[in-house]
């Protein structure tokens, strides 16, 4: 996520850089001392992510926040004060997370986790359900398949998080035993034409990437309650609830995972 960090401190300011160079999902664009700086950059730069100080010269952090969001809505805001008496504005504003200082690595990464659930929910309209049965909603609403087959191959590719499967590999998966012959590669491009269709018809095409004689999914074109279950560095095990994919015998194999990260979370460890 592009970040922005005002804060007048300049200690304040080299300590978290410090910090963010050690977290991935973070990259830190720009840091300043002066709240008109930083809507001069956020002008002219977009952003995704301001951790904002609340007693600012200028103008104040909350202030800040609220013009940084008339630039762009969709920037996700983060608050750090000494002093928790300006987290009900903070909220208001629909900041997700409010760092009272002194704070460490963990909370950062916490409040950079949090901020990046909700950049994405703003960002993308299209979530692919895999905890229970599979399912696809476009902007919160249900997609209908008419060919159960195209929707398994959807939920097979979910399920490979982004690796190419090939021809063969779909045949299997949606036939089981059955040949590789001219019979079932004829119902696999139906399969994957109506695919395309439906996709195509609810906004969604760039969820299928093709390649020669496979195909796979863009992972960054839909959120999926799976993927942001592995992505939480603090995964909580009570979020998985058991069952993924049922309606498919394919999908054991990581259900089997999910159960074992589910086990060493209750032990109290982290993967």
């Known amino acids: 996520m592009r970040t922005i960090i005002v804060d007048d401190e300049v200690l304040a300011l080299q300590l978290f850089q410090m910090e963010c160079e050690t977290i991935s999902e973070l990259q830190l664009v720009a840091a300043f001392e002066s709240p008109l ?37 969709a920037i996700v805001l983060i608050y750090i004060s000494a ?31 949090t901020a990046k659930l909700l950049h994405r929910r703003q960002a993308k309209k299209i979530f692919a359900r895999t905890f229970g049965c599979f399912d696809l909603y476009v902007n919160e609403e249900l997609v209908h398949f008419s060919n159960k087959k195209s929707k398994e191959f959807l939920a097979y590719l979910v399920d490979r998080r982004g690796n190419s499967v090939n021809n063969d590999q779909a045949i ?10 001219s019979i079932y590669q ?19 095409e760039d969820m299928l990437v093709s390649h020669p ?31 993924y994919m049922s309606e ?24």
């Open 37 to 73: 700086a930083a809507l001069e950059y956020v002008k002219q730069n977009p952003i995704d992510l301001a951790i904002l100080d609340i007693e600012l010269p200028e103008m104040n952090g909350i202030e800040l926040g609220q013009r940084l969001k008339n630039i762009d809505p």
């Open 248 to 271: 498919y015998s394919w999908a054991e194999e990581t259900l089997g995972y999910l159960n074992s990260l589910s086990t060493y979370q209750d032990k109290g460890g982290y993967l």
């Open 172 to 181: 299997t998966v949606l036939w089981e035993d059955a040949p590789n012959d």
């Open 83 to 113: 002093h928790d008496e300006y987290a009900m504005q903070a909220y208001r504003l629909h900041a997700p997370v409010y760092l009272e200082k002194p704070y460490n690595r963990e909370d950062i990464l916490y409040a950079v986790y």
């Open 186 to 204: 004829s119902r696999l491009r139906r399969v994957i034409k109506d695919l395309r269709d439906i996709l195509r018809q609810v906004g969604a």
């Open 213 to 243: 004689n496979s195909r796979s999914v863009n992972v960054k074109a839909f959120d999926c309650d799976y993927y942001l279950y592995l992505e939480n560095p603090n995964r909580d095990a009570r979020v998985f609830p058991g069952t």
